[in-house]
């Protein structure tokens, strides 16, 4: 009896997703079905309608076999926004981001006492980059 346990509740899965999958209108409010939007499997077939299985390939090698790695910061000599100097004189650390020097904390809160300080009262952004 145990052994028909899973396959009933794989049945019952099989038709949640059935029913899901067929409502009228998606749950963003869209009346696009998800079966009606582009694969990129469209196009592509198996054997006994089996969607292909993918698996780990190597790392994306460059030309000579070294990986390549990519920085998350911009290269270049960092840019200064018009409000660097103030950020200075008020005792900022300044660290690079998005290829422009910003503030990250100042010189008399801890990180943890400035991010609160942020929550509790209020802070600006410098966007003038």
Known sequence: MSALRPLRRGVNLLGA???SQSAR???NGSNIL???LPSPLQGRSSAAGIAPRFT???SVNSQNGATRRYASTASGPVKKTQLYDLHIARGAKMVP???YSMPLQYSDLSHVESHHW???KASLFDVSH
């Open 118 to 120: 942020t929550r509790q």
């Open 34 to 36: 998800q079966r009606q």
């Open 17 to 19: 997703r059935y029913v």
């Open 56 to 58: 780990a390939g190597p």
């Open 25 to 27: 209108v998606a749950t």
């Open 97 to 99: 981001f998005a290829g």
